[in-house]
Nanobody, 121 residues
Framework: QVQLVESGGGLVQPGGSLRLSCAASGSIFSITTMGWYRQAPGKRRELVATITNSGVTNYADSVKGRFTISRDDAKRTVYLQMNSLKPEDTAVYYC???????????????WGQGTQVTVSS
């Protein structure tokens, strides 16, 4: 069984920073792309940032220059450093990983439980 556990959300003032973490545990053979998504009330879930297992990153235009995604494969962890936060960044943030549980296993999509980020004065 594979589990993704997120941490680091909370309440922050506009202009502040937060760092999200998401660690994978369980029976894991390999992890490909890791990413962060978010969903604001009444809106669809949207991509925030992704990072491949070769380190190639991709960001939503709305967070470019403010957010940085990184990964530590030894710890099976993905991070999201969020700076210059704005009220419109308020959402539940979800981590996502493409994981193979064995050498011949298919690549499956796994999601964290979500962590709330609220940007407000």
């Amino acid at each position: 069984q594979v589990q993704l556990v997120e941490s680091g959300g909370g309440l922050v003032q506009p202009g502040g920073s937060l760092r999200l973490s998401c660690a994978a545990s369980g029976s894991i053979f390999s992890i490909t792309t890791m990413g962060w998504y978010r969903q604001a009330p009444g809106k669809r879930r949207e991509l925030v940032a992704t990072i491949t297992n070769s380190g190639v990153t991709n960001y939503a235009d709305s967070v470019k220059g403010r957010f940085t995604i990184s990964r530590d494969d030894a710890k099976r962890t993905v991070y999201l450093q969020m700076n210059s936060l704005k009220p419109e960044d308020t959402a539940v943030y979800y981590c996502n990983m493409g994981i193979k549980r064995g050498g011949l296993s298919p690549l499956d999509d796994y999601w964290g439980q979500g962590t709330q980020v609220t940007v407000s004065s």
